[in-house]
């Protein structure tokens, strides 16, 4: 079924198998850098090292893969993936001085909060307030705010290159422009491929230049559980169950913003129906994740992106690489090969693909045929400039606020959300 935007497989459809587990691979490596820094970061404020930093790694993957394959099953059946929500934590991170057990917690006391909203039906509440506007802010907000992540990735920043590389930064930029050649000349089923022949291109150029790191792959084991599979008991606590709250009306907003905007995308049908299940699987995966004492999920934003390049809209695609990362999680030969792909070019893969989404935002704000207005300037100009300076501002400056709202502040994503709603409804409704 083609799609409204020219996709090649639409929502719905099953491609070949062995072409939706390629499709798989491809999400699966766009995803693996972002799981390997939430990982990272929670592990270092926990004081976690050597095997227990691996084992928290190994049930973060658990949550994200199965997640992923129960929200394109039976939630949002979209394909978007899904992965650790940065407002939940910028929580885990201000709770980690009170111990794993406090963040299970307020984990699984926040996440109640979804199951609710979805059981008693009131998330269809929220539908009116994502116009035009609202989405097209959101799409180009996903684009800014990942920036400052992807900086660092693209110039090759590191122990070794603390300043960045320009050599890996020139590799970066061939990634680029590979992939919008690949995504524009190539036509079929290599097409659907861009974003995997561009990544397989950069890791060829790297690994020419000596700038690969091969060895984690033959130390790696072939086979490993995680044990232990559960951290301990939950401890529940007034302060930490108010900061997770507080976060999860950040993740419900990014949650529904993200499913709006794959729906522009792949189509709108039944969207009340998947916005409500979307949001109660991301309560249950949130649940899980605090029994598990890892950070819960949402749906990436950033997923219409990479369906705009490579025209692959099918769900299937992403319960695929949800059963990858499940599969990794046990399977360490194989995680260790995919997350020896370079982080250059995987972050120039993504840039290339948050191209594509900008321009998707755009045309979505300018789709009614009318000239934008003053009205709309504001409306779509604030809160996009206002998302982009949050997410680059110092972590010191946010030290100063109370710690129950840290977490919103600091989301450059969330903070251009809610200025976008502020703005379109209350402050500059549009008159009739």
């Not at 070949?16 to 799981?35: E, H, K, N, S, V």
């Not at 116009?131 to 800014?144: D, K, P, R, S, Y």
């Not at 700038?211 to 401890?235: N, Q």
Request: contains cysteine.
């Amino acid at each position: 079924m083609q799609g409204s935007t020219g996709l090649i497989y639409g929502v719905d459809d099953i491609p070949p198998w062995p072409r939706c587990l390629i499709y798989g691979i491809q999400w699966a490596l766009i995803m693996l850098p972002t799981l390997t820094i939430f990982s990272a970061i929670s592990s270092e404020y926990l004081g976690l090292h050597g095997d227990e930093e691996v084992l928290f790694f190994q049930r973060l993957l658990v949550i994200v893969g199965g997640v992923m394959i129960l929200q394109t099953i039976w939630g949002h059946r979209y394909p978007l993936v899904d992965g650790p929500a940065s407002a939940l934590l910028l929580s885990f991170i201000i709770l980690a001085p009170h111990g794993i057990s406090t963040i299970q917690g307020g984990m699984m006391a926040g996440a109640c909060l979804l199951v609710l909203l979805s059981v008693f039906g009131m998330v269809r509440y929220l539908e009116p307030l994502f116009t035009g506007n609202v989405i097209g802010v959101i799409l180009i907000l996903v684009a800014l705010t990942i920036i400052p992540y992807l900086a660092p990735m693209v110039i090759g920043e590191g122990r070794a290159y603390p300043h960045g590389d320009p050599s890996i930064f020139a590799i970066s930029v061939l990634v680029m422009v590979a992939i919008a050649l690949f995504s524009n000349w190539l036509t079929g089923f290599p097409k659907t491929i861009s974003l995997f022949l561009g990544i397989m291109l950069g890791t060829l150029l790297m690994w020419a230049f000596g700038r690969m790191d091969v060895s984690g792959i033959r130390e790696a084991s072939w086979f490993s559980l995680p044990r232990p599979f559960l951290p301990g008991l939950p401890r529940f606590s007034l302060s930490a169950t108010i900061t997770f709250l507080v976060a999860y009306v950040a993740v419900i907003v990014n949650a529904v913003g993200s499913i709006y905007s794959i729906g522009e995308v792949v189509g709108k049908a039944g969207m009340a129906g998947r916005v409500n299940r979307g949001i109660a699987v991301t309560g249950l995966g949130g649940l899980a994740a605090g029994i598990l004492g890892v950070v819960g999920t949402v749906s990436f934003a950033f997923s219409p992106g990479v369906v705009l390049v490579t025209r692959v809209g099918s769900r299937f695609a992403v319960t695929v690489c949800g059963g990858l990362l499940l599969s990794l999680a046990f399977f360490s030969k194989f995680l260790a090969i995919l997350a020896s792909f370079p982080a250059s070019v995987v972050g120039a893969a993504m840039i290339t693909a948050m191209a594509a989404q900008i321009g998707a935002g755009i045309s979505i704000i300018t789709r009614s045929g009318r000239a934008l207005d003053g009205r709309d300037y504001m409306v779509v100009g604030i809160p996009v400039l206002m998302g982009g300076l949050v997410s680059i501002l110092p972590e010191a400056f946010f030290g100063a606020f109370p710690s129950t709202i840290h977490a919103l502040l600091k989301n450059g994503l969330v903070v251009g959300i809610v200025l976008v709603l502020v703005l379109e409804h209350l402050l500059l409704p549009k008159r009739s």
